[in-house]
């Protein structure tokens, strides 16, 4: 009987595609509360696609985004609309080596890794992080509309589990 957790074993499958993919410039697409920023911190060769959109705005900008942290779906709103304003996802470049982890666009890369979650995970992560679950919900539905459109290679990776078998410990 494998002791391996959930994260362990999405890590372990990250790890190993980004291995077989070395030469190519993936990214790492996962809606609302699918546990990106939880993987990232395991990962530390990965780039978070908001740490370089925010590392690019003026400072003011980034103290209006910082202001909305944790507060759920507007701030996710709210933050798309400011990147959107300021033309920050074109500016995106992916290196190979360096996937990058995001949830709010489509960027020019030779591989993308989605990152899906069932529903009843989505729920208790989305509750736990104080997000509706009609937003992540209708978040996750919208990425899946744009997946189906994409021209690349496209690996998804379930990611559902129990939320405190995939969260920061308490």
């Known amino acids: 009987m494998s002791t391996q957790t959930n994260h362990e074993r999405v890590l372990s499958e990250l790890e ?7 030469d190519k410039r993936i990214y790492v697409l996962g809606a609302t509360c699918v546990g990106k920023n939880y993987l990232l911190r395991d990962l530390p060769h990965c780039v ?17 985004l910082v202001d909305l942290d944790g ?19 074109s500016k995106v470049k992916i290196n190979r080596g360096q996937p990058v982890f995001g949830a709010e666009a489509f960027l020019d890369c030779d591989l993308l890794v989605y990152l899906n979650i069932d ?9 736990k992080r104080g997000f509706s679950l009609e937003f992540v919900l ?17 690996i998804t990776i379930d990611v559902s589990s129990p939320a405190k078998d995939y969260g920061p410990p308490k």
């Open 119 to 127: 529903e009843t995970t989505h729920k208790k992560r989305a509750t």
């Open 138 to 154: 209708q978040h996750k539905q919208y990425l899946e509309k744009k997946l189906a459109q994409v021209e690349v290679p496209v």
């Open 16 to 22: 190993r595609v980004f291995s077989e993919n070395a």
């Open 71 to 89: 507060l759920g779906d507007e701030a996710g709103l709210e933050a798309v609309k400011i990147w959107n304003e300021n033309k920050q996802l």
């Open 48 to 64: 978070d696609l908001d740490q370089i959109i925010m590392n690019s705005l003026p400072q003011d900008i980034q103290k209006r």
